[in-house]
């Protein structure tokens, strides 16, 4: 047996901590992604120039450490004056985080359907609407899935820096109990590992699997 | 109430430049360090998933699994305290590095492992029959034809390892960016004005990362 | 009538804005019926947390008590040493309980109640180590909490030694500063005599042993608030007051900290 002083009121501290990792998360992943696409399809299809600042803003979240963006906003939206738990303030930096890889994914896969698809589409009556729908968004689909699964695991993974802030998520969680349980960090940290890596594993071999399973049909 | 309740610091944070400097520059040493020594791993790694001993593949496979489904940060501390524990104790200048190296090397391995997927054994073979040996084969057909497709990859790989030498701090490093800026925060309490300060700057480093990874690839990559 | 709905806008901006141009800190925490205290939970006894992970401690106690005083729910706001002073400054809390030493640096951003506590710092090591007395931390891998008083005096004689064996390095939890201790990244730290018993006590660490006292002065720490909440840093100067008045204070250092004597408060010879 292992000799631990982990107790079951530790291991199921342990999984509340992975419960709050999973709600930001979803929350981070829902959040993002429809502004993503919102914004990826607008950078896709609205003339270069009139999207730049939005590119800009957007390369912002991608080009400065996630840390740096937690810590301004933990700091900034309280000095306008508004009461945001961590929790809230994490959930809003990882949605916009999120939004500005899944707007790169997003632009990438409408701008993989050829221009003469669409407008073969459109030559044949579809509106605007019924060529995004019925022809870009299933054809972009193969472009996009593999790497947004590859989005949502970053995310969920990069949600350990939101601990920085205070929100006890799984990787805080497994240092609060260190602190009580200082001979056995290794041990801990293990358990924690091992629970992200149980969430992040399936979900990314299932990624892999359909990648394999589009390339072999194309 | 509101904004009016907090007065920005501006000028002695703009004092702190120059330190905040310096910092920027050990930031870019550890990303390029961490990225040379995760370069050379990937590539092992890479081609020790592709042999036929169980063992090595193994190894290769645990390794690019553990940094591709764990947190960074999670490996840094690790790095630092969880080795700690065995009686490994490392500097955190080190250990940041090993951590980040560890994560490159994962990832890189990934996109090499893709790369080589990309070149068509047939074109070896056709190169071997018109003459070539399997070494210039290998270096004149395959190489410059993988590199191609890893270069972007490596490019963002690049960024990441600059993002991700973020998380010094929580190892006690202190001379990097992100650990300057923080030591500046507890002396001074003046988190917003020292931290927006270091974003413009890691913005600037990772826009120059993108722009000269562009200009090198316009450079080789045009037909 | 068209000057309806301007009429009806400005009186609403009269009911919005007048009442908020007299309410201060001390108004908005009665009206929001909420009292968030910035606290260190890795700190015992002041900070810490129990065997089902709660917050407990010294710290918690006053922050329970202060609510109380005030009429109002207690919330906690866990930071990390160096985040305490943000926190308060951001607005992410009203008031820290958490063992903050009042300094004149300090003083330039947040202001300070009368002090609640004091400290005497002592260097904490490992046997085995040969770490004696203070001086003999010359030449040896020292390391602290970012920011703290006693990280500040610590790295200050470390650079004076200029011993280039000796090394101070800056955690950010005193958490972290422990496990290095007892993993051996440094060998000694300074901390209060308070922190060091109940650490050694906890039996959470193998070895650890005092190595005699610092020379530093006395840590008065005191409570804060922002440093133009005037009302706000009155009222917490007469809850310190009347904690100790009744009896209140001697009681959490017995639950705390243990039998003796509690901390003398007044500073000898001056007036506050």
């Known amino acids: 047996m292992i000799d631990t002083a982990l107790s079951a009121n530790d291991i199921w501290f342990l999984v509340q901590g992975a419960g709050w990792t999973l709600l930001i998360t979803a929350i981070a992943i829902v959040a993002g992604t429809l502004l993503g696409i919102l914004f990826g399809v607008a950078r896709a299809t609205l003339p270069g120039w009139s999207t730049l600042p939005l590119g800009f803003l957007l390369d912002i979240f991608r080009s400065v450490p996630l840390l740096i963006q937690l810590v301004l906003a933990n700091s900034f939206i309280p000095i306008l004056g508004i009461r945001a738990t961590p929790f809230a303030v994490s959930c809003l930096v990882l949605a916009l985080y999120t939004s500005a890889y899944c707007a790169e994914i997003v632009r990438g896969g409408v701008l993989s359907v050829p221009l003469t698809t669409r407008r073969a589409a459109r030559s044949l009556g579809l509106t605007w609407w019924q060529d995004m729908k019925e022809i870009v968004y299933p054809m972009a689909l193969r472009v996009m899935l593999p790497s947004w699964i590859g989005l949502t695991l970053g995310v969920m993974k990069d949600t350990a820096l939101v601990g920085w802030i205070g929100v006890i998520e799984l990787l805080k969680s497994s240092q609060i109990l260190i602190t009580r349980m200082a001979n056995e960090p290794l041990f801990i940290l293990c358990i924690a590992g091992l629970i992200y890596f149980l969430i992040s594993f399936p979900i990314s071999r299932l990624g892999a699997r359909l990648e394999q399973r589009w390339r072999d049909n194309d | 109430m509101g904004v009016f309740n907090y007065t920005f610091h501006w000028r002695p944070a703009f004092q702190a430049l120059p330190a905040m400097l310096e910092g920027a520059l050990v930031t870019i040493q550890l990303a390029v360090l961490s990225m040379l020594f995760g370069i050379a791993i990937g590539v092992v790694l890479s081609l020790m998933r592709g042999s036929k001993n169980r063992l090595l593949s193994g190894f290769a496979v645990t390794w690019v699994e553990i940094a591709r489904n764990t947190p960074a940060l999670f490996q840094i501390y690790i790095a630092y305290f969880g080795l700690g524990q065995i009686g490994i104790r490392l500097d955190s200048f080190i250990a940041l590095l090993i951590g980040i190296t560890f994560n490159n090397a994962g990832y890189l391995a990934e996109t090499f492992r893709g790369g080589m997927r990309a070149v068509p054994p047939t074109q070896t073979r056709a190169a071997r029959s018109l003459g070539l040996s399997a070494v210039d084969a290998y270096r004149l057909i395959v190489l410059p034809q993988m590199f191609r497709v890893v270069f972007h990859p490596m490019t963002n790989q690049m960024v990441w390892a600059i993002l991700m030498t973020s998380l010094g701090v929580v190892v006690g490093l202190n001379t990097d960016l992100t650990g300057v800026t923080q030591e500046l925060n507890v002396k001074t309490f003046r988190t917003f004005e020292y931290f927006a300060i270091a974003a413009v700057m890691y913005y600037l480093i990772a826009k120059f990362v993108t722009l000269g990874a562009r200009a090198i690839a316009w450079r080789l990559f045009r037909y | ?102 300094t004149l640096e300090r003083a330039k951003t947040i202001g300070f109640s009368i002090p609640y506590f004091a400290f005497e710092m002592v260097v904490l090591t490992k046997d085995g180590l040969g770490i004696e007395s203070y001086e003999s931390l010359k030449g040896k891998k020292t390391g602290s909490v970012s920011g703290t008083y006693e990280a500040i005096a610590l790295e200050k004689d470390v650079t004076a030694w200029a011993d280039p064996a000796g090394s101070f390095q800056a955690y950010q939890t005193q958490a972290d500063v422990f496990l290095a201790l007892a993993q051996g990244q440094i060998e000694a730290t300074v901390v209060t005599s308070t922190v060091a018993g109940a650490t050694i006590a906890s039996g959470n660490f193998d070895g650890f042993m005092m190595g005699g006292k610092a020379p530093y002065e006395i840590d008065y720490v005191s409570l804060i608030g922002l440093r133009g909440e005037y009302g706000l840093i009155n009222y917490l100067n007469l809850f310190v007051n009347h904690q100790i008045r009744n009896g209140r204070y001697e009681e959490l250092y017995k639950k705390w900290v243990g039998e003796g004597e509690p901390p003398n408060l007044m500073i000898p010879g001056v007036y506050y």
């Open chain 3, 1 to 102: 009538m068209k000057w309806m709905p301007l009429a009806a806008t400005a009186a609403l901006l009269t009911m919005l804005t007048v009442p908020q141009a007299f309410a201060d800190k001390l108004d908005d925490i009665i009206a929001s019926g909420v009292l968030r205290c910035a606290i260190v939970l890795d700190f015992p006894p002041m900070g810490s947390r129990d065997a089902s992970n709660n917050p407990i401690g010294f710290d918690v106690d006053t922050c329970n008590d202060l609510a109380a005083a005030l009429g109002v729910t207690p919330e906690y706001v866990e930071t990390p040493f160096p985040d305490r002073i943000p926190a308060l400054v951001s607005g992410r809390a009203d008031v820290g309980v958490a063992s903050t030493s009042d």
